[in-house]
Nanobody, 123 residues
Framework: VQLQASGGGLAHTGGSLRISCAFS???????LGWFRRPVGKEREFVAA???????YYADSVKGRFTVSRDNAKNTFFLQMNNLEPEDTATYYC???????????????????WGQGTQVTVSS
C-alpha cells in the first residue's frame, strides 16, 4: 500500500485549500485519515473517514474541514475552509483497515502513511 499526498500551499486567514491523497491498494477496505504536525509539536489527528463513509473530526477543525473519499479514483481529500494560522502544519495522509473508530485519533495505530504536504496560513 502506498499513499501520495498533494495540494498543500499557502493561504490567507479565512481562505481555503484542498489537499488530496492518492492511494494504491484495495481502497474500499481501508479507513483513511489526515494528521498534521505543526512545527515543534507532536503529530495530531485531524480527520478520518471510515470504510462506510462516516466521518470524524478533531474539535479544532470541526465545521471548517471536510474529509471525503472517491472510491472510483482511489483518492481521498481534505477540504479546508476558514483557515486559521493555527492550521499551519505539515499534513499527512494515512490508511489502515482499522474499523474501530475509537482508535482513529491514535497515530501509532495507522499502518500506512504518505509523505507530508505543507500547509501555511498567513495572518
Amino acid at each position: 500500500v502506498q499513499l501520495q499526498a498533494s495540494g498543500g500551499g499557502l493561504a490567507h486567514t479565512g481562505g481555503s485549500l484542498r489537499i488530496s491523497c492518492a492511494f494504491s491498494g484495495t481502497f474500499r477496505n481501508y479507513a483513511l485519515g489526515w494528521f498534521r504536525r505543526p512545527v515543534g509539536k507532536e503529530r495530531e489527528f485531524v480527520a478520518a473517514i471510515h470504510r462506510n463513509a462516516a466521518t470524524y473530526y478533531a474539535d479544532s477543525v470541526k465545521g471548517r474541514f471536510t474529509v471525503s473519499r472517491d472510491n472510483a479514483k482511489n483518492t481521498f481529500f481534505l477540504q479546508m475552509n476558514n483557515l486559521e494560522p493555527e492550521d499551519t502544519a505539515t499534513y499527512y495522509c494515512a490508511g489502515d483497515p482499522l474499523s474501530d473508530t475509537k482508535y482513529y485519533a491514535s497515530a501509532n495505530l495507522w499502518r500506512y502513511w504518505g509523505q507530508g504536504t505543507q500547509v501555511t496560513v498567513s495572518s
